[in-house]
Structures are given as C-alpha cells and as structure tokens.
C-alpha cells in the first residue's frame, strides 16, 4: 500500500513538475510579513520608551500587595452583606444594560442590513450611527452619564445601554446579512411580501445567533459594570475603590473573589443556555 502511493505520488510528480515545486515567492512574501510585523513591534517599544527594567520592582512589590490581599476578609457580618447587596446591584446593572442595548438595536440593525433595507442612504446613515456610537467607550459613557444624571446604577445602565447598542447593532446587522437568502425568497414565493419574508425567513435564522451574543455581552458587562462602578456609576466597583483607597487589601481580594465567581457562574448559565439554543435550532 506504501509503495503504491510512492509510486502514484511520483507519477504525478512527474507529470505535474509545478504542483511539486516549491513556491519561493509565497515564502519570501510570508516571512517579509512577518519580519515587517516584527518591525512594527519593535519599533513601537522603541518610541514610546517602554521601560522594561521597572517590570522586575513592579513584579516584587504585585507579590508584596497579593501577601496583603491573603487571607480575604470583608471585615464583619454587616459589611459582608453590604458588598453582596452591592454585587447584586452590579448584576442589575450589566442585565438591564445588555437587555436595553440589545432591544434598541435591533431595528436599528434591520435597517443597517443590505438584505434588509436597500436604500444606500439609510444604510450608511444607520451604519455610520453604529460606528459612532460604539467608538466610545463604556467608561467615558459611564462619566458622560454621572455628569447628566448623577451618581448611582442609574447611571451604569445608561452607559451600558449606549455602549452595547453600538455593539449589538452592527453584530446584529452582519448576522441579520449573513443569512440565507432561500427561507425568504420561499415566503415571497408563497404570496407574501417584504416584511413577511424578513419575518418568516430571516429573523428565525439568526435569532438563536443574537440571543447567544446577548447573553456573552451580559457576561461581558458583569465585568464592565464593575469598572463603571468606579467612576460613580454604583454597584461593587464603587465598593472595590473605596477599599483600595483606604488601604484594605484583605477586603480587596474578598471583594475580587466576589466578581470572579459571580462572573464564572453567569459563564456557566450562559453556556448552558446558548447550547440548549443551539441544540434546539438544530433539530428545528
């Protein structure tokens, strides 16, 4: 069998020399890429003067604040269940910011699809919104609404809101692009018109694919809503920097092991979730 397919192998060697040969240039292209990348690495340290000699003090004094941080405490009873109250506010808040972005997003992002919509004007001016939106960042949102409407979750939820509905829009947008054509040319084949075949044929394609991306953007936010809370938008981050302010390092590590396994839990629902979405699309 090893000798048949030497010998099959040589054959077409033989008769197809250029199938066999090495492509020099394809090399020479891949490896001047990847020098050129190098470069670009190299030459980025270079200005921006990154000093790599400090990394050796910082790693000794990260292992003097994790000594601090051990074992982690919250202090009393009474102030343990402030900061779970706390955690539960910042869950609220990356819930109700991933659910508002997604809803106001998705209009947004039918008429941000080319299959959707095919004026060129209101696809570019819905894709242009998106751009905008989502080209600032959760925590400058999040400074942004502490300024408008004060301190608190309030706050968190609105730049959550903004930020997602940037995001949410154009994922939506390509996923809504992506799907197949046939579902909906079948419903206007039946009598039906644009609407219905957006309905009928477009949205129960991707639904299972915007429901999945939803719940890791609510999986995302718990983290975010933790940064935003630093800033005044509420919930535990606020906790988190007032006891790095004081200095309270054992609250700070009990504090991180909150959010760590809150956000480890919501992974796992999530996961679960989205393969019982998956499966059922699957079989439907």
Known sequence: MNSFRFDNQA???????????????????????????????????????IPFHRLSDGMSRLGGFLRLMVPPDPGSLSQAVIYLHALGETVAIAFLGTLGGALLALPVALLAARNVVANRVVHILSRRSL????????????LIWVGIVGLGPFAGILALVCSDFGSFGKLFSEAIEAADKKPGEGV???????????????LPQVIPILLSQVLYYFESNTRSATIIGIVGAGGI????????????????????????????TIDWISGKL???????REIA
């Open 188 to 202: 206007l084949a039946a009598g039906g018109n644009h609407l219905h075949g957006v309905r009928f044929g477009v």
């Open 274 to 280: 989205r393969f019982a979405i998956i499966g059922r």
């Open 131 to 142: 751009d905008t939106i989502r080209g600032i960042d959760t925590l400058i949102w999040a």
């Open 11 to 49: 054959s077409v060697a033989e008769r197809h020399p250029h199938l066999f040969r090495p492509d020099w240039w394809q090399r020479v292209k891949i490896t001047a890429g990847f020098a050129a990348v190098v470069g670009l690495f190299i030459f980025g340290i270079v200005q921006l003067d």
């Open 237 to 264: 981050g606020l906790q988190l920097a007032e006891q790095i302010r004081v200095l309270e390092w054992q609250r700070v590590s009990f504090l991180i092991l909150l959010i760590l396994i809150t956000v480890s």
